[in-house]
Each structure stands twice: as structure tokens, then as C-alpha cells.
């Protein structure tokens, strides 16, 4: 059982948007920056989100992120093929004193 | 750019030691603003963080709670690498083993932004 919990699955027609959700406790997302990673079958994640809502360089401004209190989520609109990944959130628990993941939400693009 | 190389066997026997190696180009293990890390992914687990070694003035190490009594993570300033070990494996620590570089006071925060390739490791006998 992950710490921070996302649905499993979600699903969006092409350009269309989508949006996806995490949630935790106050010692993590209510206490600490959130980070989304989007993860493409048979790679390693890659950062797509971080401190909430900041894009990295060279990540679309079709996704965005958001939070409030101890959830947070992740919008992806104009959706496209090549978006159907797997998604997970992370965020620092302090009461682990550790990083914390969500079980990953498995995006597909019908 | 910076990238990750990872190493190590890809089967090891339980109650053994499993041990990975990571090595590191255009960044050093002895960076102040980096914390190496290895996090690692099975179907039943998800992605699960094991822990950090970083340089700050000391070598400054972080384990997570489920694995703290078995695992070190070491780095080798000589050969700009970091390696894990994990001792005691059991078939539950069958997973995807990922290093990763860690960002401490970076305008990213403190993401995960370099990511090793994986290395699917299998306890068995």
C-alpha cells in the first residue's frame, strides 16, 4: 500500500483534458512540495512536475499542476497518444523522514 | 549532461547481499547540491525510495524505515560512483532497482531529475 493514494486508472479522448489526483496527510503533501513523474513503458521516470507546479524546462505547458491542503493534482489538456504513461506523485514525509510515492495512475488515451 | 550508469547482477540468491553500482557523468558524487539516491519498483510494492548518500562537509546517509537494518549506501569519490547494498534479500525485494540524483536547494526543488536506465533484479535460488 502506497503512502500517497492515486486512482489506478484514467482515460481521455484525444484533445481533450484529463486530470488526475493524489492525495496524502499533513506530513507530507500538506507539509511539503509535491513532484509528478510520468513514466513510459519500459523507462525510468522522468520529473514532469515539480514544487506543485512548476513545469521543467522542456516539459508542454499542457500539463499543469495543482494543490490544496493534502491533495494535489495533475492536469493534462490538448491530450495526445503519446501521453498514455503511467503518472505518480511524490512528496517528502516528515514523519518517515523519507520520500513517499502514490501508487501511479495508468493514463490511456482512447 | 549528467547521466547514470547503472551495474550489477541481475540475480542473487536469498538471504544474500544485493549489490548495485551507479556510476556518475557530468556531476560528482561529492556535489554539495545533489543527494544520490536509489529508489526501486516492483508490481506489488510501486515505487518505493530506499535511501541517500550526500556530501555535506560530511557524508550524510538517509534509509528508509522498511529496509534501514539491512541496507548502506556508499559512495566512491575515486571512481565518481555510489553503490547499494542490501543484505538478507528476500524474493520480496525482487524489483526494478533505480538510481537517481536528488536536488537539494535547486530552483527544481528537491526532484528526482537524472534517473539510471533500471536494472530488474530477481532473488532467487
Known amino acids: ?110 | 549532461q549528467v547521466q547514470l550508469q547503472q551495474s550489477g547482477p541481475r540475480l542473487v540468491k536469498p538471504s544474500q547481499t544485493l549489490s548495485l553500482t551507479c556510476a556518475i557523468s557530468g556531476d560528482s558524487v561529492s556535489s554539495n547540491s545533489s543527494a544520490w539516491t536509489w529508489i526501486r519498483q516492483s508490481p506489488s510494492r510501486g515505487l518505493e525510495w530506499l535511501g541517500r548518500t550526500a556530501y555535506r562537509f560530511t557524508w550524510q546517509n538517509d534509509y528508509a524505515v522498511s529496509v534501514e537494518s539491512r541496507i548502506t549506501i556508499d559512495p566512491d569519490t575515486s571512481k565518481n560512483q555510489f553503490s547499494l547494498h542490501l543484505k538478507s534479500v528476500t524474493p520480496e525485494d525482487t524489483a526494478v532497482y533505480y538510481c537517481a540524483r536528488g536536488l537539494i536547494a535547486s530552483t527544481l526543488g528537491a526532484a528526482f531529475d537524472i534517473w539510471g536506465q533500471g536494472t530488474m533484479v530477481t532473488v532467487s535460488s
Do not use: H
Open chain 1, 1 to 110: 500500500q502506497s503512502v500517497l493514494t492515486q486512482a489506478p486508472s484514467a482515460s481521455g479522448t484525444p484533445g481533450l483534458r484529463v486530470t488526475m489526483s493524489c492525495s496524502g496527510s499533513n506530513s507530507n503533501i500538506g507539509d511539503n512540495y509535491v513532484y509528478w513523474y510520468q513514466q513510459l513503458p519500459g523507462t525510468a521516470p522522468k520529473l514532469l512536475i515539480y514544487r506543485d507546479s512548476q513545469r521543467p524546462s522542456g516539459v508542454p505547458d499542457r500539463f499543469s499542476g495543482s494543490k490544496s491542503g493534502t491533495s494535489a493534482s495533475l492536469a493534462i489538456s490538448g491530450l495526445r497518444s503519446e501521453d498514455e504513461a503511467d503518472f505518480y506523485c511524490a512528496s517528502w514525509d516528515d514523519s518517515l523522514s523519507g520520500w513517499v510515492f502514490g501508487g501511479g495512475t495508468k493514463l490511456t488515451v482512447l
